[in-house]
């Protein structure tokens, strides 16, 4: 008999990560010295989580891990431990650690044992010491005005179906209230269905339970912590004056219809404490969300704003309907009214659709603090990073492939542009420099800013090694941006002594390929003395692109306009041919190869002749290239679809379309096509020889 | 965790003279929530059978609330079905939690514990 704990198990490591990406974010935000008490409590609740359900689930090793992290935190959290940095940088490793064992755990693959081993050490090292002389901090006030205990208390609970599902136990909550008075706990099975009927992972049981003796609220209020949210819950003082507690909260819509809430009499703490609870959720929904899934989380807003936009689009759909069975040309006038309005709500539920795919960009950013605090670190420096625009949203795909390129500049800006405080103070600069990462919206495009107040780039020394590597020559007369542009090439580095973080000169050329590879494109900005700008440019979506129709004999062919320098009409003199079959034009000082669509996908063209054509001067992968289409049609928006899906993969061709009209035109890959021009004159020229 | 003691015990349970009129279930000594489908599943047949049931608790460590919740529903349908159901042992652990949640009366594990 098999019992299926993987859905438990992927669950509980889930939402351990999780924990662990909260208890990260509020480390990295806590300063030695001061430990707020909310701050604390919530890596403690994370660490409580992680251990309790690692020890369900039968990983030891994590628990009692976990143990010894929680355990110091109870200590800080009570206010007998101080918040040292070395005990926030050894909560940082222990996060990692953590993080490693579940990853271990999931994968089943084996983990740095030494890495633990050593953080473990490093705790046990900071449990065994004697907590440092207690803080009467934040965290006091709240522990220590406990409410008179009352002579008992009256409890109804009542769990919602899913609460047993996420491991919590009515058995538990109540043996720890047994423990603290006299308990009798009285059962409601008006909610239990017969056994055949019974969802036996339901919760269907509702208790009223009696807690005599001397309780405090809050001591309850810890029992039934773990449910918030998962259940309804009232605490009534006997003897006392009326309901001090009454929950209610909602996880979800569904729940909260199926709960049959009972009225709300809330004292003002109570709202309080639902107010934290309200945003610890909204902490933990933001970082689920952080992780690379395959699903995507989807505000309900977005949801209700199509149902509204398919309610009209049905209707005007039934007026048109209605205006085609008897139409008369009196009628023309509220035809196009009709055409009008099923335009605006195509136009509408397109944009609407593709805004369900936006995530903020908050989603990309929240992975660097802990990077710079971490290579801040190792490198020495004094780093404050500065986000701004983390709201901007951006498609789901062009925010999976933009994340390592970010990575790479971030970690370059730490390495490379800022400099050592001493050398920040020899310049006259302050102490800390600032890393910032922006990110707005321009036109169709997203932009995305790293920057940094730090040396600036050394124009010179890439200039003395573009030269030595052959790039460049010294008589040339390079702008800055040409010269920054050398940065990007393979294997360019100007880092005199290669470090592990940057240095061997390796990526700036795949985040530039990456970049370009996403229709995107990067530039640089450096004023000596005051830091370097990195601008990335990106499409909003990777499912929509603005293109250029253009006609190749009796086929319409789509040019990403992004692609397109220009358009001209072909000069015969400025055509050179060369060996073999390759034609190059001459414009201005360039020389571009020319590639004859038709050639290149055997069609019959309406002329060969150059002149008779239009030269469409494009730019992929780095190369210019002009081609020769027949007639260039109109620039219009187009819905990608993927050809290999479709189809299969076609050398030249990117995707494919459907048009107004019906038709199916297939859209040119700028940089496929380069290249296969490249190789088909390649043969041409070894036919000749 | 697994309760595959139970399935023995089913396919078993012809072999003395109580075969025709007793069905035995014995419970592993993890009553959870990973093992309530199973459980629900055996508890159902036993009813179908409409015989006598007994029921061995001895082994049981932990019993959590959805296995409780099971066992619940099970005696009152045998009850409204005249079907007797009764515990040849029952752990300390087992009656321990059905008495914190107020069932131990419905389970008929309240004799046991005195």
């Known amino acids: 008999m098999s019992i299926d704990m993987e859905q438990f198990k992927a669950t509980f490591i889930e939402e351990s990560l999780e924990g662990l990406d909260i208890m990260e974010s509020v480390l990295l935000e806590m300063q030695p010295g001061e430990a707020d008490a909310e701050e604390v409590d919530n890596i403690f609740r994370a660490a409580h989580s992680i251990k309790g359900g690692s020890a369900t689930f039968g990983f030891s090793d994590i628990s009692n891990f976990t143990h010894v992290v929680e355990t110091l935190l109870d200590q800080i959290r009570a206010g007998e431990r101080e918040v040292t940095q070395e005990a926030i940088n050894l909560f940082l490793s222990s996060v990692d650690c953590i993080r490693d064992m579940l990853a271990g755990a999931q994968e089943g693959f084996d983990i740095n044992f030494e890495q633990v081993a050593e953080v473990k050490a490093g705790l046990d090292r900071m449990l065994g010491s004697a907590p440092e002389a207690a803080v009467p901090a934040e965290a006091g006030p709240e522990t220590q005005e406990d409410t008179p205990a009352a002579s008992g208390w009256k409890i109804i609970f009542k769990p919602f179906p899913d609460m047993l599902r996420s491991g919590n136990d009515v058995v538990r909550l109540f043996r720890e209230l047994a423990d603290m008075g006299e308990m009798d706990a009285v059962v409601d099975l008006e909610g239990l269905p017969a056994l055949a009927d019974m969802e036996p992972e339901e919760a269907c049981l509702n208790w009223g339970v009696t807690l005599s003796g001397a309780v405090s609220r809050e001591q309850i209020d810890e029992v039934f912590e773990w449910v918030e949210g998962d259940c309804e819950l009232s605490i009534t003082a006997i003897g006392g004056d009326e309901a001090v507690l009454v929950e209610t909260p909602v996880e979800s819509v569904t729940e909260a219809a199926a709960a049959n809430p009972t009225p709300v009499q809330a004292a003002p703490a109570t709202r309080e404490r639902r107010t934290s609870n309200d945003r610890r959720q909204g902490d933990r929904r933001k970082s689920r969300s952080s992780s690379e899934n395959s699903s995507i989380r989807v505000g309900i807003d977005k949801v209700d704003a199509l149902i509204n936009l398919v309610g009209e689009l049905v209707i005007t759909q039934s007026m048109l309907g209605q205006l085609g069975e008897d139409f008369s040309m009196d009628k023309v006038e509220r035809l196009k009214d009709g055409l009008a309005e099923l335009e605006r709500n195509t136009r509408e539920l397109q944009e609407n659709v593709m805004s369900i795919r936006m995530l903020p960009i908050s989603f990309a950013f929240n992975r660097f603090p802990r990077m710079v605090h971490d290579l801040c670190g190792k490198l020495e420096k004094k780093i404050e990073l500065k986000m701004s625009g983390e709201q901007t949203e951006l498609d789901k795909t062009v925010m999976e492939k933009i994340g390592d390129p970010l990575v790479h500049l971030v970690r370059n800006a730490v390495d490379h542009g800022i400099e050592t405080p001493d050398k920040r103070l020899a310049a006259g600069k302050s102490e800390t420099g600032t890393v910032h990462l922006n990110a707005y919206h321009q036109g169709g495009n997203i932009l995305i800013e790293i920057s940094d107040d730090g040396a600036g780039l050394n124009r010179e020394r890439i200039l003395a090694k573009a030269i030595e590597r052959g790039l460049a020559n010294s008589g040339d007369n390079l702008s800055d941006a040409e010269i920054f542009d050398f940065l990007f090439q393979p294997g360019f580095s100007t880092a005199d002594v290669v470090s592990d973080v940057s240095g061997r000169g390796v990526g700036m050329d795949v985040v530039k390929r990456n970049i370009t590879a996403l229709g995107g494109a990067i530039d640089v900005e450096s004023r000596p003395g005051n830091g370097s700008t990195f601008t990335i440019r990106l499409p909003l979506t990777l499912a929509i692109l603005d293109g250029q129709l253009v006609r190749v004999g009796e086929q319409t062919f789509i040019i990403p306009l992004v692609s397109i320098i220009e358009s001209l009409q072909v000069e015969p003199v400025r055509v050179n041919a060369i060996a073999g079959s390759a034609e190059l034009y001459k414009l201005r000082d360039d020389y571009l190869p020319i590639i004859r669509l038709y050639d290149a996908f055997g069609l019959k063209p309406d002329s060969t002749n150059l002149e008779d054509g239009l030269l469409v001067v494009v730019e992929g992968h780095g190369q210019q290239a002009g081609l020769l289409v027949d007639d260039l049609l109109a620039q219009q928006q187009v819905v990608i679809k993927s050809l290999e899906t479709n189809f299969k993969k076609v050398v030249g061709i990117s995707g494919a379309t459907i048009l107004g009209d019906g038709t199916v035109a297939l859209i040119v890959d700028i940089g496929g096509i380069i290249e296969l021009s490249h190789n088909g004159s390649k043969r041409a020229n070894s036919a000749a020889a | ?114």
């Open chain 2, 1 to 114: 965790m697994v309760i595959h003691e139970w399935d023995k015990w089913v396919s078993d349970k012809t072999s003395n003279s109580e075969a025709e009129t007793v069905s035995h279930i014995v419970c592993d000594e993890m009553l959870d929530i990973s093992v309530v489908g199973e459980l629900r599943v055996l508890l159902l047949e036993a009813l179908a059978a409409k015989q006598s049931v007994v029921l061995d608790g001895s082994a049981v460590e932990r019993a959590d609330t959805a296995a409780l919740q099971v066992l619940t529903a099970f005696f009152q349908d045998a009850r409204s079905q005249d079907i007797v159901v009764q515990w040849s042992s029952a752990s300390e652990a087992l009656i321990h939690s059905a008495e914190l949640l107020g069932i131990a009366d419905i389970l008929d594990l309240k004799a046991k514990a005195a």
